[in-house]
Every structure is written in structure tokens, then in C-alpha cells.
């Protein structure tokens, strides 16, 4: 009788805007090649116009930047584009942004988001 009561699957939310109010939701062309991209990586515009994750190096104030709103499937071929939805500004949770390789956005990086309308708020 206990097994009518098992748990069958758990599903984390990851949250990632802190207040909803003025995100700006818009749909990128992601490359291929890229594999899975995790929901909150910060994307920028490369030179062919497709997006790709943010390594450090690519958060300059020259580069269009916006961060991934759901987990993108980019595939492992090159070659093709993948249109995926990302916030190109908004308030979001301080650390729920990331970068190529997972790690945390710098407050200076911040500094660079900021002038992108992309900032970030401390959750109490």
C-alpha cells in the first residue's frame, strides 16, 4: 500500500528573474555546435549574428548580450541555427546568471550587464 505514495520524479525550478516586471523577452538565433545550453547562460551576438555562450572575454559593452530563458538544444553539428527564447533585459537573481563555463558572473562583468538593461537583484 505505501507504493501508491512514492515520489516518481522531482523537478527543480530554477528561478532566474527577480521581479518579472520589465523583462524583455525576445527570440535569438542560437549556433549549433554549441551542444546543451543551461538555462540563465549569458549568450552574445558573435560576427555571423547567431548567438553563442559567454565566455568572460565576450562581456564587453560592444556585444549584444542577453542570458538563455530555457534550456537550449543546439546540437552538436555546425552549421545550423536553433531560434531559442532569452531575456535581453530584465532583474534577475544574483548568481542565477552564468557564463559558458558555469561560472559566476563578476561584478565587474555586472557593471557591463547593467548598461544592458541586464541587472541583478539580492533575493531576501
Do not use: C, H, W
Not at 501508491?4 to 527570440?27: E, F, H, M, R, W
Not at 534550456?71 to 552538436?76: A, H, P
Not at 527564447?85 to 557564463?99: C, N, P, Q
Amino acid at each position: 500500500m505505501s507504493e501508491n505514495y512514492k515520489v516518481v520524479g522531482t523537478s527543480a525550478y530554477k528561478q532566474l528573474l527577480a521581479d518579472p516586471q520589465g523583462a524583455d523577452v525576445i527570440a535569438v538565433p542560437v549556433a549549433s555546435g554549441a551542444g546543451d545550453i543551461e538555462i540563465g547562460t549569458l549568450l552574445f551576438r558573435d560576427a555571423s549574428g547567431s548567438y553563442k555562450p559567454a565566455a568572460a572575454a565576450d562581456v564587453t559593452s560592444t556585444k549584444s548580450l542577453v542570458v538563455a530563458k530555457e534550456t537550449i538544444e543546439s546540437g552538436d553539428d555546425a552549421g545550423s541555427v536553433v531560434d531559442a527564447g532569452a531575456y535581453r533585459a530584465g532583474s534577475f537573481v544574483d548568481g542565477a546568471v552564468k557564463l559558458k563555463d558555469g561560472t559566476a558572473v563578476t561584478a565587474e562583468q555586472k557593471v557591463t550587464l547593467r548598461l544592458q538593461n541586464i541587472v541583478f537583484d539580492v533575493m531576501d
